[in-house]
């Protein structure tokens, strides 16, 4: 038996008190990785949106609140075009319509060639023609949750369209929308001779930060660029939302996942005031019973963080079965993640042994010793 | 005083006095006592008296209101902490409840060398040796409540060796047990007395017990009446 052996068995010996705390501990880990994973893939996807394709930067109007509201004169393409160091522009208009049970289908309209430009790789079928009204591309995670394949005609808001191919580009968001002519979101929306983004590539031999400069200054102000993700205000906004929620969950979680191992531990300490009273007889030191008493803390916290960790991503994978998210909602990985995660288990295991292990110092061994 | 003269005795105490409950109870009014390396000291007195209260002040256990107390060069009431002294000079046997419940025999004993920074492989042989010693190698790994009351302590015995101490101390180590059973440990701590040039401090209610020691220390209202 190892002084480690020691811990383990003590833990052992309340092994259904233990595994509840452990098992509280373990949901708090569990709710934030899957939190954070999901978090990653959300500022993934937007940030994919805005750096799609081959294009270096995308405009958007200085006014507009959200992507989704802003609003530019197809005209201001060509010019746009003209300037130094603009290789190509492209138009995208922006449609949110309800479609396949789902209120918040997305809608892109851009010109047939720039599909490509824009990143949409056609996986089955054809991309539609220049002139086709009534073709459509669905993304490949709203053909597979609508079980629609190439050929078949499918009903957006009170509009027909003749499924032509089905495209991928990557990104979660466009995969679970649709691709149609420019022309034909413009008519259907009412928004004639309007886009809602301009996605620009520069040519070879410029900067993308300086064109992007000109740009703005040439417009004076009309327009804002967003190089990444980074840039846009509002995303931020929304990922600094949900950052700030993140942290309120993992300090929620630190709070009640300490206070329960530290209840479980000031209590075991409490039944083993004898035993504590023998070990500093037979010469053990505080520091070492702090060890001790630490020690089991902080493996149930740590046993409780791999626990979490299985149960987090199944959580999210048992999510992503949900229909309505499949598609929309990505898990990203990253090793920060599980790094973050565990930091905060082992900071509850640390949190959660303070008191019971000062606690276990202040018994002295001669009145542990009196005590039956 | 303070330096440790050839005849200087393993364990000097002078006017050793302890109160308990704000002053109320006396559990030592001035003790002086002076014991050597390999003695074997039988402590008697009544209920109350102050027995435990010496042997904890021995080990460290506890500290004196006032007084001196010197055990192999180290004055105890200047330790911060006893447990270093512990580790390495005494062992310590209780009347009742010594053993760790949910640790074997076997780990029990291994108990006071985790401390002590002893190899893993040559504290389990050591282990080993010591409950063959005290003649319990077929059940090292039974928990305690698996042992009988002697052999029980008998563990605690091999436990207290387990640090190669020059003192053992021992609270009525056979107060739980019956006569023939008593007997053996007492034998047992004798014998260790004896081989291992082990000072032996041990208190007892019993008279035979008392008998077989070297000298019998009596103790009433925290003081000693008669020392032989
Ligand atoms: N921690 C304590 N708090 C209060 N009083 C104590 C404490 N320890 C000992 N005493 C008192 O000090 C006196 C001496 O106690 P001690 O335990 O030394 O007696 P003892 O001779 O060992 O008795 P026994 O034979 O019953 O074990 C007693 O009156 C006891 O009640
Ligand atoms: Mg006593």
């Known amino acids: 038996m190892s002084f480690w052996g020691l811990i383990l068995k003590n833990l052992w010996r309340h092994k259904i008190r233990n595994g509840l705390t452990l098992l509280g501990v373990s949901i708090g880990v569990a709710t934030i990785l899957a939190l954070g994973l999901l978090m990653n893939g959300f500022e993934q996807s937007l940030g994919e949106t805005l750096r799609a394709g081959k294009t270096d930067f995308s405009v958007m109007s200085a006014d507009a609140p959200a992507i989704l509201f802003s609003a530019i004169e197809e005209s201001k393409l060509e010019e746009i075009e003209h300037l130094a160091g603009v290789d190509h522009a492209a138009g995208s208009l922006l449609a949110i319509t309800s479609f396949l ?19 949409v790789k056609i996986v089955e079928g054809r991309a539609f023609g220049p002139q086709a009204p009534d073709e459509i591309l669905l993304g490949k995670t709203s053909a597979g949750n609508g079980n629609v394949h190439v050929g078949d005609k499918v009903t957006m ?51 993308a930060d300086a064109v992007a400069s000109t740009l703005k200054a040439h417009f004076a102000g009309q327009f804002v660029t967003m190089h990444s993700i980074a840039e846009s205000e509002n995303f931020l906004h929304s990922v600094g939302i949900m950052q700030a ?28 005031t004898r035993e504590i009273g023998i070990l500093r007889a037979v010469g053990w030191r505080r520091r070492r019973i702090i060890s001790m008493v630490m020690g089991e803390s902080i493996t149930i916290a740590l046993i409780a963080a791999v626990l979490g960790f299985i149960v987090g991503i199944l959580a999210v994978k048992g999510l992503l079965l949900v229909p309505v998210v499949k598609g929309y909602l990505t898990p990203v990985y990253s090793i920060m993640l599980f790094v973050r995660a565990f930091g905060i288990a082992l900071a509850v295991g640390l949190l959660g042994g303070l008191y019971p292990a000062y606690r276990a110092t202040r018994i002295t061994p001669t009145t542990a010793l009196r005590h039956e | 005083m303070s330096d440790p003269r050839k005849a200087e005795p393993l364990i000097q105490a002078r006017n050793l006095t302890k109160h308990y409950e704000k002053g109320q109870t006396h559990a030592l009014r001035g003790v002086n006592l002076a014991i050597k390396a390999g003695e074997f000291v039988a402590i008697r007195g009544p209920s109350g008296s102050g027995k435990s ?41 209780f009347q009742l409840h010594n053993l760790i419940p949910t640790l ?46 002697g052999e029980r302590q008998r563990v605690a015995v091999a436990r207290a060796l387990a640090n190669d101490p020059q003192i053992i101390l021992a609270d009525e180590p056979t107060g739980s047990l019956d006569t023939s059973n008593g007997e053996q440990v007492i034998e047992l701590l004798r014998k260790i007395n004896r081989e291992h040039n082990v000072t032996l401090i041990l208190v007892t209610h019993d008279k035979e017990v008392a008998g077989i020691a070297d000298r019998v220390i009596q103790i009433r209202d925290g003081q000693i009446v008669s020392d032989k």
């Not at chain 1, 309120?248 to 479980?264: E, F, K």
């Not at chain 2, 460290?60 to 002294?85: F, M």
């Open chain 1, 101 to 119: 049970n789902n209120p918040y289908f997305f809608s892109i309209g851009v010109e047939a060639n720039d599909l490509d430009f824009l990143g």
């Open chain 1, 157 to 207: 808001g009170t509009k027909e369209f003749q499924v032509v191919g089905i495209y991928e580009t990557g990104n979660a968001w466009e995969d679970g929308g649709a691709f149609a002519n420019l022309a034909t979101i413009q008519q259907w929306q009412h928004k004639e001779g309007q886009v809602s983004l301009v996605a620009v590539k520069v040519k070879d031999g410029f900067v």
């Open chain 1, 245 to 272: 929620i993140s942290w309120a969950v993992s300090i929620l979680a630190i709070g009640i996942g300490g206070i329960g191992v530290m209840n479980t531990m000031t209590m075991a300490v409490f039944e083993r």
């Open chain 2, 53 to 93: 209260t010496l042997l904890n002040m021995i080990a460290a256990l506890d500290r004196p209101d006032s007084g001196e107390i010197r055990v192999a060069g180290q004055d105890l009431t200047k330790l911060r902490d006893g447990a270093s002294y512990r580790a390495h000079v005494v062992g310590f046997i």
């Open chain 2, 104 to 149: 074997t025999a076997f780990e029990n004993v291994l108990v006071p060398m985790l401390e002590l920074k002893i190899k893993r492989k040559a504290s389990r042989e050591k282990a080993e040796t010591l409950l063959h010693q005290v003649g319990l190698n077929g059940k090292a790994d039974n928990l305690p409540p698996e042992l009988s009351g």
